[in-house]
């Protein structure tokens, strides 16, 4: 077995891109550069790859002949990998100390948080605390990445990303059924590779016989909407495409070369013909009368064969974007995002990924993009690895400084869908307040969270909602607390119903405090509970 923390540098290999005859078993392969001059060879032709099955198909047969698949059996890079890696080249830079790792009560709350966006009840708070396996940790991850709603937790912020910035008509789109698609895939355990190459490949088209709104673009099929969320313009998926999977923001590059970075406008424009339905033309910078035709290439070079069906150079723009061994930016980019959700802190910015772009600890992001690429894309083996670390594991802080990344963990703020999620654990439906609180709380899941503030109108929904006090004053936690004749035990019950936790001491002594000098009991109960859900802990990962 190879350690993947001790390979020096990458290693470049070359894909076969097959094609496959329709009829037969004959597979001519051509490679994804540029291959030496050779006596003219007649060519087989692609086939039509027009459905959903056949695009999925063709692409399998790529990802069989994806090297880093088979080099993958003899590699290995652990969690005790991540952290030893992680903790020398911090210590190099840092005098910070690293925070402690967390209790167990902290622990299952943000393992939960951060698997199914669900706060643990105050029985599994008890029940794994008073478990004596010392492997209990590894055996909540593997729990909570087998269950619907880690599936569900990660549908809904796939589908968020993608259509956060979207100006699609919406007549021509189904958010849901592109977060259901995400949901039966993520429960399937489908690699991440084969998620985006169906997204990538889907060519939606017009049904002229229904209206828009009647999935008269075919948005019921749940990868359309990736494509139908970029408007069914080239430029859009071209620029969507870089940026959220290969975490490029190539899009100010459509008008002219990429002010910061390297990328030049012909060559987002190249990207964008892979998406057009016809032959594809790049308008003139000072003369908008004239245009340039512009053929299909890659980012880091690619050209597919020319003369190229829409629905060819669909799956063609896929293949290099997936499978292209020297695009190690796909990987990269997934690793990195999920890994800034986890932890608070991308090892680059999410979305400023690029050649040029800063980037804290290379070798470790290098390093677990490869162990995901060799691990063929497994989605739960990568969280399991990040969970399972004591990098992940560690107390929280507010780092100012890139150097102390990584020495704890950044709290971070719930997504909206998951604060309305939390309150109505304890009060129950909201009804048309829930639609008004995710709006209230709603942020870019692609902004770091150390940009993320927290606003006047989300304190105010929780401090002076009626309908939210009113529901927790009728809530069965709170017929549980007044049940309670013991302040103490009371006010232990409200914070691990409320926060998962149990208070500290000085906690538990103020709140006493506060019960003995009361003369409504019932009310002073009303007021813990409204204390706690408004404190900044209920809205936040600690």
Request: proline share 6%.
């Amino acid at each position: 077995m190879i350690r993947l923390s001790a390979v020096r540098g990458p290693v470049a290999f070359r894909v076969l891109f097959c094609l496959l005859l329709l009829a037969g078993t004959i597979v001519t392969p051509w490679t994804f550069a540029a291959a030496p001059k050779r006596p003219a060879k007649p060519q087989p032709n692609l086939p039509d790859l027009k459905t959903p099955e056949d695009k999925m198909k063709f692409l399998e047969m790529i990802r069989a002949s994806f090297p880093v698949l088979r080099a993958g059996r003899n590699v290995s890079f652990d969690s005790e990998d991540l952290d030893r890696d992680l903790e020398r080249q911090i210590a190099k830079g840092t005098s910070t100390p690293f925070a402690e790792i967390i209790d167990d009560e902290t622990f299952i709350r943000r393992a939960s948080i951060d698997a199914t966006g669900e706060v643990p009840s105050a029985k599994q708070v008890r029940a794994f605390v008073a478990d004596k396996n010392p492997k209990k940790r590894a055996a909540l991850v593997d729990e909570l990445l087998a269950s619907d709603a880690f599936a569900r937790k990660w549908a809904r912020y796939w589908r968020n990303v993608i259509f956060y910035e979207s100006n699609a008509n919406r007549n021509m789109i189904n958010p849901q059924a592109l977060e259901d698609f995400f949901f039966e895939e993520f429960k399937a355990g489908t690699s991440w590779d084969r998620i985006v190459g169906e997204l990538m490949s889907s060519s939606p088209a017009r049904d002229r016989n229904k209206k828009p709104e009647d999935n008269g673009w075919n948005q019921d099929y749940g990868p359309n909407n990736f494509i139908l969320a970029c408007e069914n313009k080239p430029e859009l998926i071209a620029s969507n495409t870089a940026r959220l999977f290969m975490g490029i923001s190539i899009g100010c590059a459509e008008c002219h070369d990429h002010p910061f970075d390297s990328w030049k406008r012909e060559q987002f424009h190249e990207l964008a013909a892979f998406y057009s339905s016809g032959k594809y033309y790049m308008t003139d910078q000072n003369d908008p009368s004239q245009k340039t035709e512009m053929t299909p290439k890659f980012l880091l070079g690619e050209t597919p064969p020319a003369k190229l069906k829409p629905d060819q150079r669909r799956v063609a723009g896929a293949a290099y974007l997936i499978y292209n061994p020297d695009n190690y930016w796909f990987a990269r980019a997934y690793v990195n995002r999920i890994w800034s959700e986890l932890v608070g802190d991308g090892f680059y910015s999410v979305d400023s990924l690029g050649p040029d772009k800063e980037v804290q600890h290379v070798l470790t992001i290098n390093r677990l993009a490869a162990a995901f690429r060799y691990s063929g894309f497994d989605i739960r083996g990568l969280f399991r690895v990040l969970m399972n670390s004591r990098t992940y594991q560690r107390g929280i802080a507010t780092l100012s400084h890139p150097e102390d990344l990584f020495t704890a963990v950044r709290p971070s703020r719930l997504r909206p869908y998951e604060v309305a999620d939390n309150v109505e654990r304890l009060t129950g439906s909201l009804g048309g307040l829930r639609k008004s609180m995710e709006s209230t709380f709603d942020a870019n899941p692609s902004i770091p969270q150390s940009d993320l503030e927290g606003s006047i109108q989300q304190a105010l929904l929780l401090m002076n909602n009626p309908t939210i006090s009113g529901k927790l004053a009728n809530s069965s936690l709170k017929k549980d607390l007044v049940n309670i004749k013991d302040d103490k035990a009371m006010i232990s019950e409200a914070f691990l119903g409320i926060l998962a936790r149990t208070p500290t001491p000085q906690e538990s002594v103020r709140y006493e405090y506060f019960m003995k000098d009361v003369t409504n009991r019932n009310e002073a109960i009303d007021d813990l509970m409204w204390v706690l859900v408004n404190s900044a802990e209920f809205c936040t990962k600690r």
